[in-house]
Structures are given as structure tokens and as C-alpha cells.
């Protein structure tokens, strides 16, 4: 290539790498803001979590005394004389409803009350980021998440339930996820999110997919590039996570005793970043195994020449492998929608077109390749691997008093010449199986050995 063509390669390249980092974000907040699901999935891992369900447990127990007068239901309730320890008894019951908040957060009917909060807390705010609510919009009100019905369960779970939950207010157990002045901003942004994801996607493997093209000769070095600049983007989401994580948290929770609980929150709710960072870097790994494996190499040339029958003889087979693997990761995938469906198709084009690449060059390298060449080989170098280990074993014995180091030179001894010159021999058709030597240089060095010459440094 051309130094201009070069410049532009890695460019490309350059730009993929940066394209996939910031489609992670892009993909992440997609997900998780914009997928019911997907987020209800990850706010029944964050009820699991017990830093978690200790503080949701205290937030319950603090909203339950502020909006209920105890002390008044349980003189209510008292019988007689004893209504005059309402007031101590009050007091001590607030540390049993702690204990009795865990209790009660990791039963069922608690755990399904929090599901179906938070799903329609997530439908309401996808309604109106995408402006099909009519309960809210920017003109006034709140998206919240609704924990009411859990502070009437935490009443019931201390003995002070009965017709409570008509008397709380409606205020009571409310978290607010986004005010009505911010639902103006929160649309803009979950428009621009929702197409940019789907669109980062896309430009991170045509970038790469025009950098390749452009490569022609040595276009192995530039699908290993693509693959280090994918595992490198993948690993610095990674990073920033932990780096925006404390931030985040530093910033926005002021409280020490709560601040395990936001710790944990982050790390849970952003899980699904790493995750989509991690299938990033598995990519990467792909590319780059793709690009070794058409490098000029020994062992990678040594590998064309084993899967050259198979990609000549049965590429229908190999195409239909790689069709069943793709669907397979599509169907297997959290979410089935336009972006991932593309993406997937972007893929399984890029492998589609590997696959064809790697078939011509190992037609025009090994044309005459046969799989029972592949297993005699293997055979053959399983058998000098044996006779090596003989080799070194009776010359450990017999105490040589000199071997060669670059290529085993004969000893002293005549009666040892043959197996000297034997292992040399078995050498070279080793070097020449990987590929470092010619069928020319092989030929020549087998005829020097075999002739007498056995003395020449390789």
C-alpha cells in the first residue's frame, strides 16, 4: 500500500475502535432506560442484593413511622391498662420492623409486589420519553416508583396493619425516578440514544469493514488490528465503569450509611455494560485468531494446510456451521430487536467473507491437500517426537562427551553418526512442516545429510 492508503487504513481502524467504545455506552443506556424487561430483570438482581435490602428494608421502615402515627394504632389496639406503653412499645417495635423489613423483602408476595412496581414505574417512563403518556407529561407531575403497597405489608408484618392502607397518604413509599421539569431534557435524549445506538453499531464494523478492504496486500495485519482495537475497547469500558462508578456515587449520595447500598446499585445496574463490553472482546479475540490464521506464519501456514481439504471439499457444510452458530447467538441473546438483528447480520457477513478469503488462499497455497496428508503428518511427528526422546535418552546414557547445540552434531563415537545425522534429518522435516523452510532448502539440507555432509551449520 501507499503511504496515503496506509494513513487511511489506520485510520479506519482507529475510528472502528472508538465507534465500538462508545456503542457500548450507547447500547447500555438503550437497554436499560428504554427495555421494560431488561430492566425489570435487573431491579429483581438488585432485591437479591443484601447491602441492598437492608437499606430499601430501612427506607421502609422510616416511611412507615412518617406516615403513621404507631404509637396511636397500637394504643388502638392495646387492651386496658396497657395502652399507657404504647409509647415504649413503639419505640421497640421500630427495631423489630428493621429485622421483620429483611424478613419481609425476601418473601415472594414482597419480591412480586417489587416486580410489578417497578414494571409499571419502566412503562411509565418509557411512555412519556417517548411521549406516548397521557398521565404525565412535561407540563406537570412525576415518574415514580410506587413501594406503597410494601409499607402496608411492613405494617402487617408487625401487627399494625388492618385498614391501614386507606389511610396512607398517597405520597407514602413514593421514590421519584424523574420530575416533570426534566421530562423535556429526558426525551430529547432518549430519541437521540435509541437511533444513535443502532447507528454506532453499524459505522463500528463498517469502518473496520472498509479499513480491511482497502488493506489488499497484508490485509491479515489489518483484521489483527481490528481485533487488538476491539479487545482494547472493550477493556476500557471496562475500566471506565469502575472509574464513573465512583464518581457517580460520590456525587450523588451524600449519606455514609447508604453508601454500600449505591456501591452495590451501580455495580448491579451496570452489569449489563460489562457484559455487552466482554461480548466486544470476544469479538476482538475472533478477529484477531482470524488474522493470525492467514499470516504468513509457520504454524498458521501450518494450519491452512489442515483445513484447506475441508474449506475445498465440504465449504457447504462449513457455511451452514456458521449459520447455525449466528442463530444460535441471535435467539440466545437478551433482546431480539432491529439493532441486534442487524448487528448479528453485519457479523455473520464479516465471517461469511473470511471464510471465502481463507478458501483462496489455502487453494492457491496447498491445491493438492488432502485430509489423510493432514493425519500422516501428525503421525509422523508424533513418531520423531518418540525417536527424539529415544535419541536423547541412549545419548544421556552412553555420557556423549560433546553435542552439538545448534543441530546436534554428531559425537565422537562412529557408531552414533546414523543417529545424529537421523535426528538432524527429523529436525529439518520439522522446520519444514512449520513452515520456516522451502521444499527447496528441505530438499537441499536432506540431500547434504544423507550424502555425508552433516557438518553444515542451518
Not at 112 to 126: C, Y
Not at 444 to 452: C, D, P, Q, S, V
Request: hydrophobic share 45%; charged share 20%.
Amino acid at each position: 500500500m501507499g503511504p496515503g492508503r496506509r494513513r487511511t487504513v489506520k485510520a479506519l481502524v482507529a475510528l472502528g475502535s472508538v465507534l465500538a467504545f462508545l456503542s457500548v455506552f450507547a447500547i447500555w443506556i438503550e437497554r436499560q432506560a428504554l427495555n421494560t424487561n431488561d430492566w425489570v430483570d435487573t431491579s429483581d438482581q438488585l432485591l437479591q442484593d443484601s447491602t441492598i435490602r437492608a437499606a430499601l428494608g430501612d427506607y421502609l421502615v422510616d416511611q412507615l413511622y412518617a406516615n403513621v402515627d404507631v404509637e396511636q394504632e397500637l394504643s388502638r389496639i392495646l387492651p386496658g391498662d396497657t395502652k399507657e406503653l404504647a409509647g415504649p412499645i413503639s419505640g421497640g417495635l421500630r427495631q423489630v420492623a428493621g429485622s421483620g423489613a429483611d424478613e419481609l423483602l425476601k418473601s415472594s408476595t414482597a419480591q412480586s409486589l417489587w416486580e410489578d412496581a417497578n414494571r409499571t414505574a419502566h412503562e411509565q417512563l418509557v411512555a412519556v420519553l417517548e411521549d406516548e403518556g397521557e398521565a404525565v407529561s412535561t407540563a406537570g407531575g412525576n415518574v415514580s416508583l410506587n413501594l406503597g403497597s410494601l409499607v402496608t405489608n411492613l405494617a402487617d408484618q408487625v401487627g399494625i396493619g388492618g385498614n391501614l392502607a386507606k389511610r396512607l397518604p398517597p405520597d407514602a413509599g413514593q421514590i421519584t425516578i424523574l420530575r416533570s421539569d426534566q421530562l423535556q431534557t429526558a426525551q430529547n435524549i432518549a430519541v437521540a440514544i435509541k437511533g444513535l445506538a443502532l447507528l454506532l453499531s453499524i459505522l463500528t464494523f463498517l469502518a473496520f469493514g472498509l479499513a480491511i478492504y482497502l488493506s489488499r496486500e497484508g490485509r491479515w495485519v489489518t483484521v489483527l488490528s481490528c481485533g487488538v482495537g476491539l479487545i482494547a475497547a472493550g477493556f476500557a469500558v471496562i475500566v471506565a465503569r469502575q472509574v464513573a462508578g465512583g464518581i457517580v456515587v460520590a456525587q450523588l449520595v451524600t449519606d455514609d450509611s447508604v453508601k454500600a447500598a449505591a456501591d452495590a446499585t451501580w455495580s448491579i445496574s451496570t452489569s449489563l455494560m460489562a457484559s455487552i463490553a466482554t461480548t466486544v472482546i470476544v469479538v476482538g479475540v475472533l478477529f484477531g485468531v482470524a488474522g493470525w490464521l492467514s499470516s504468513p506464519t509457520g504454524p498458521a501456514r501450518a494450519s491452512r494446510r489442515a483445513v484447506a481439504p475441508v474449506l475445498r471439499d465440504h465449504a457447504a457444510y462449513v457455511y451452514a456451521a456458521l449459520a447455525i452458530v449466528v442463530g444460535i447467538y441471535f435467539l440466545s441473546g437478551p433482546t431480539q430487536n432491529l439493532r441486534s438483528f442487524l448487528t448479528t447480520l453485519v457479523i455473520a457477513g464479516l465471517a461469511a467473507f473470511g471464510i471465502h478469503e481463507l478458501r483462496k488462499q489455502t487453494e492457491a497455497e496447498f491445491p493438492d491437500a488432502e485430509l489423510s496428508g493432514v493425519f500422516g503428518r501428525a503421525k509422523e511427528r508424533l513418531v520423531g517426537a518418540v525417536k527424539g526422546a529415544n535419541l536423547g535418552e541412549r545419548a544421556s546414557k552412553l555420557r556423549l562427551p560433546e553435542i552439538r547445540k545448534a543441530d546436534g552434531e554428531s559425537a565422537a563415537a562412529p557408531a552414533d553418526d546414523e543417529d545424529a545425522r537421523l535426528a538432524r534429518l527429523e529436525r529439518f522435516a520439522t522446520l519444514h512442516d512449520k513452515g520456516a523452510l522451502s521444499d527447496a532448502e528441505f530438499a537441499t539440507e536432506k540431500a547434504r545429510i544423507l550424502g555425508g555432509g552433516g557438518d553444515t551449520d542451518t
